[in-house]
């Protein structure tokens, strides 16, 4: 077994593939009721989700100054380290590797077995059972090469587009337009808000950042990255905004608000029972490319941190033949299992997960807007392919929608939270640990 640097093999298509699998997943079929809800009107309505888009474009800008400038394997672990030091660099990767990637893994695991277990129910935890048995088929899948890991996410992200087209299809084709409600007898739920909005439209968002795992496996990564991220980022708009245009046509805003499964409704309108089950199949593949891109992109952190922390210093090997950190994604997947094991023993553990992620991955997130600030200073002299558009403006907005978004997700969620932030801190024992032992052989190599 030899073991050796990450390689460039990885192509713009890849990488493509691998970051609008991650961010469309099952998302789109969760949230657009609960936007409607917040918007008040069609116009609001799209209007949010191009928002949305915009301002992940603005991320996306900051990443791309980043992942050009310092081409990692660590990503956003790599640029904390260099801009605030080891200790904030460390708390982040280990977050990642057991609270933020792990945790969004097992969330979508559950909505994954959840949906699988109305196909065929395996007993009383079925929904965790089938989470815990993808969890193992996919770290294990990625495990045999890192050309198995991309195939299927190529395999994944067609038959997702073909099935979104198809949805986009029948649902102009297929149905009736529904006919507008008059002012005044609208039946939505809530009243307007455009901030609750919002939160759920960028948490279907959310994902994009992980390109930045990415730049040192990708080929010619000072223009390939901004291709990478510029090019996913106008294709899940665009997919969203029709996807979203295609809800209001067919059921309206009112039946949009009132829909607890928007897609199979629509489905159902347009195809009946046939159709309901179709997108029972298309969320199931959706959950697996957004798992199995997450995987392949958080492992790719722990190797990292195994590079630079000596107690944990057997994720950080990297074996040539299979072009894969396999310590690191063994660990990852046997993190994952044991959060679907807690999870199970709540009352929903997909939304479990969802508290247990959002305030940790919003604080880091805007560590990583301001290392943008941070490395211009710093690293003045250093070479920048790509340099942010109206520096300061542009991150600065980003890291105000990051403030925000750490706000919301601390006063909207519950003590999944509170247990996400108490595994946070669990990581600081580790760090002292760590700079005890770095000490020690210091001084054992100075005598």
Not at 246 to 256: D, P, R
Not at 318 to 333: D, I, K, S
Not at 341 to 346: E, F, K, M, W
Not at 405 to 410: A, E, I, N
Request: proline content about 4%; some cysteine; glycine content about 12%.
């Amino acid at each position: 077994m030899s073991y050796a640097e990450p390689q460039r093999t990885l192509t713009v298509t890849d990488g493509i593939a691998i970051i609008v699998g991650i961010v469309v997943g099952v998302g789109i079929f969760k949230t657009p009721s609960l936007v409607a809800s917040s918007a008040g009107s069609e116009g609001m309505l799209l209007l949010v989700w191009l928002l949305g888009g915009a301002i992940s474009l603005l991320g996306a800008l900051c990443y791309a100054e980043l992942a050009t400038s310092y081409p990692h394997a660590g990503g956003d672990y790599h640029y904390l380290t260099r801009a605030f030091g080891d200790a904030p660099g460390f708390l982040f990767a280990w977050a990642r590797m057991t609270v933020i990637q792990t945790g969004s893994i097992a969330m979508v695991a559950f909505l994954l077995g959840d949906y699988a277990s109305e196909i065929y129910r395996l007993g009383e935890f079925s929904s965790s059972y089938y989470a815990a048995g993808i969890i193992v088929l996919l770290t294990a899948l990625n495990v045999i090469g890192i050309r198995q890991g991309t195939l299927t996410q190529r395999v994944l992200f067609c038959a997702i587009l073909l099935g979104l087209m198809f949805v986009a299809v029948a649902g102009y084709g297929l149905t009736p337009p529904h006919p507008d409600v008059p002012a005044g007898q609208s039946s939505l739920h809530e009243a307007p808000s455009l901030g609750r909005a919002m939160i759920f439209v960028l948490l279907t968002y959310g994902g994009w950042n992980e390109a930045g795992y990415l730049s040192a496996e990708v080929r010619d990564p000072g223009r390939s990255m901004i291709r990478i991220l510029l090019v996913s980022i106008g294709v899940i708009t665009a997919i969203y905004l029709v996807i979203n245009a295609v809800f209001v046509n067919s059921l309206g805003m009112a039946g949009m608000s009132s829909s607890q499964a928007i897609a199979a409704d629509l489905m159902d309108k347009a195809l009946g029972a046939g159709g309901a089950r179709f997108i029972s199949g298309l969320v199931i593949l959706t959950a697996l490319s957004t798992m199995n891109a997450a995987i392949i992109t958080g492992a790719r952190t722990n190797f990292a941190l195994g590079r630079n922390f000596s107690p944990l210093r057997f994720m950080g090997r990297w074996e040539r033949l299979r072009g894969t950190p396999v310590n690191a994604l063994l660990l990852q997947g046997a993190v994952a299992l044991l959060l679907v094991a807690i999870g199970t023993g709540s009352r929903n553990g997909f939304a479990m997960m969802v508290e247990y992620t959002a305030p940790v991955f919003w604080f880091f997130l805007l560590l990583v807007g301001i290392s943008v600030f941070v490395l211009r200073r710093r690293d003045a002299h250093r070479e920048r392919p790509f340099r942010v558009p109206l520096y300061p403006l542009t991150p600065l907005v980003f890291c105000a929608v990051c403030i925000y978004m750490l706000h919301s997700s601390l006063v909207y969620t519950g003590r999944g939270s509170l247990l996400g932030v108490a595994v946070l801190l669990t990581g600081i024992p580790l760090l002292l640990l760590g700079k005890t032992g770095c000490k020690n052989r210091s001084k054992e190599k100075k005598s």
